[in-house]
């Protein structure tokens, strides 16, 4: 819900909240982090869509949820595989953020992988 509200609390949101004055992104520090930025546009998310072969040259957030409509595979199943990578993304955001731990794209798939194998 607040993913596709654009509610989540990401940096740019916290910054104009006057929550936090820095609104750029902890992984790149290129741009402010918004949500489209820390799932699609940020050079760790679009390294990480890339690797699974989703490259996301034209993606928009919406697109994430839209685009498991032209796959041959259960639309809940895609829901729950876009929902397991976009924690991920986020998990590894708030590792860097509160652990400063900086999570590499080969263990953030590896993680999504170990989940959707549940």
Partial sequence: MALSKNMLN???LLAHKTIIDD???????????????LFITCPAASEMWSTIG???ISFDQD??????RHTMLHPDICSFAMTTIMWRIWDARDSLIFRQQNTPCNLII?????????
Wanted: with cysteine.
């Fill in 10 to 12: 990401t940096r740019a």
């Fill in 23 to 37: 609104s750029s992104c902890p992984r790149c520090n290129n741009i402010a982090e918004d949500r489209d930025h």
């Fill in 54 to 56: 989703m490259p996301t």
């Fill in 63 to 68: 697109d994430l949820w839209t685009h498991n």
């Fill in 110 to 118: 590896t993680r999504i992988i170990e989940d959707l194998a549940l």
